[in-house]
């Protein structure tokens, strides 16, 4: 199970910009999303989201609009802005481009 | 227009930093809340949700900062500390603050004093129209054999009605000397003062 420690730095950036890119989502839904998806082998530490996002937001890569969550309480929800839709597609090639290399390279013996 | 969101950003951090600060809290705590609850969903007492859920979350407080961190203006903000720091400790020990300001102050006070004093005496000019057209007639290599006294610039009466009379150089031409002491007014109004007689040639502006 991978400690947020062990995630290649700027992996949580990607994962964070990804996962906003459909719907805006408060910090705990994004944690909870990462986990599921990644079908719970990315546990990322909750509480290290908030720094991270924090630094998105000053970057202005998404934003963040205070709103009402199902169960009416008040929530701080994050987007992505134009420049963070541009910055995720920059990250998931490099992205891509790493992991396919580091796969040609683990599997050849 | 990312830059200017970001400015915008870097303004509302340095300005309303208390404000987004409790902002970060209630953040923080919907969260630990949410994750209560789906802790309690899940069949946990609510002290057992409560540990789970900081257990997941991590340490509230160091997160916090790490947030903070992340708004820049980090060494305005230490500064600000540590000014805030330096009052408190000055104001704990008064003595010695009030001899440190005291030190301060009389320094600060002496200086202005000083230059002024430099200034009015040295610096300014005459108060004359030309004042760098003004200059002092001496004799070159002292005044031995005009028997008055060896200062390079006393001159005998007649020599200076000669270089009056033929000098070209100047406008105009004037000496000094001082008298001795003389009496000033009359009656109970008398004063007792030194005099400087003044020898001046009609066109000199002295």
């Known amino acids: 199970m991978a400690k947020p420690n062990d995630l290649v730095q700027g992996t949580l950036d990607l994962l964070v910009l990804k996962t906003i890119s459909l719907e805006p989502k408060h910090g705990w839904a994004i944690a909870k999303r990462i986990q599921q998806i990644s079908g719970e082998v990315l546990q990322v530490q909750q509480g290290s989201l908030y720094p991270a996002l924090h630094r998105l937001e000053q970057k202005a890569w998404i934003k963040a609009k205070w709103a009402e969550t199902e169960t009416g309480r008040q929530a701080k929800f994050y987007s992505l802005t134009a420049a963070g839709r541009a910055q995720l597609e920059r990250e998931a090639a490099n992205w891509s481009r790493l992991s396919a290399a580091i796969n040609i390279v683990v599997q050849t013996t | 227009m990312v830059w200017a969101r970001r400015l915008r950003l870097r303004l509302q951090t340095l300005f309303r930093r208390n404000r987004i600060a409790q902002r970060l809290d209630v953040e923080i705590q919907f969260h630990l809340e949410q994750q209560i609850a789906e802790n309690i969903a899940t069949g946990m ?52 603050t009030a001899t440190a300001i005291f030190t301060l ?76 002491e003389v009496a000033v007014g009359q009656g109970s109004q008398q004063r007792r003062g030194r005099a400087l007689w003044l020898y001046a040639s009609e066109q000199s502006h002295g």
């Open chain 2, 45 to 96: 007492s609510r002290e057992e949700a409560r540990y789970a859920a900081l257990r997941t979350f991590g340490n509230p407080t160091i997160l916090k900062e790490e947030s903070r961190d992340t708004w820049g203006w980090l060494r305005l903000e230490q500064m600000g500390q540590d000014l805030r720091y330096a009052f408190r400790t000055l104001r704990k020990s008064g003595g010695f």
């Open chain 2, 105 to 180: 102050a009389l320094g600060i006070g002496a200086n202005p004093a000083i230059f002024q004093l430099l200034d009015a005496v040295r610096l300014r000019s005459l108060p004359v129209s030309t004042p760098q057209s003004l200059a002092l007639v001496q004799i070159k290599g002292g005044n031995h054999g005009f028997g008055i006294s060896n200062r390079e610039t006393s001159l005998t009466y007649p020599l200076f009605e000669q270089l009056r009379a033929h000098q070209e150089l100047f406008s105009g031409i004037f000496a000094w000397s001082g008298s001795d």
